[in-house]
Nanobody, 126 residues
Framework: QLQLVESGGGLVQPGGSLKLSCTTSEFTLDYYAIGWFRQAPGKEREGVSCISSNGTTDYVDSVKGRFTLSRDNAKNTMYLQMNSLKPEDTAVYYC????????????????????WGQGTQVTVSS
């Protein structure tokens, strides 16, 4: 089973920043559509952002202007820079990948993604 590995979560005060990373040693990420999802206790998993293999990005409205996707192809790593964090951003964050061709209209649908990481906890609290 191909797998992704997330890192970078932690505890941060409201207004702070974190940068999450997603990598794998098993395939080349920039050939795939990559999505970031989060799941808070008692809530459904929701899509946060995604990037297609050609670099097209999309963000859910609640994070637009605060979260930014990027990638380092040399390191085979995707990043989610999260700024101006709010308590409601608290969740376990997952990265996921699906092989091309990817339909960006599906990028916030967890069922559309084939490969998943184990998640990293982000807690925003004073």
């Amino acid at each position: 089973q191909l797998q992704l590995v997330e890192s970078g979560g932690g505890l941060v005060q409201p207004g702070g920043s974190l940068k999450l990373s997603c990598t794998t040693s098993e395939f080349t990420l920039d050939y795939y559509a990559i999505g970031w999802f989060r799941q808070a206790p008692g809530k459904e998993r929701e899509g946060v952002s995604c990037i297609s293999s050609n670099g097209t990005t999309d963000y859910v409205d609640s994070v637009k202007g605060r979260f930014t996707l990027s990638r380092d192809n040399a390191k085979n790593t995707m990043y989610l820079q999260m700024n101006s964090l709010k308590p409601e951003d608290t969740a376990v964050y997952y990265c996921a990948a699906t092989p091309p061709p990817a339909d960006m209209a599906m990028c916030f649908s967890p069922w559309y993604f084939v490969y998943w990481g184990q998640g990293t906890q982000v807690t925003v609290s004073s």
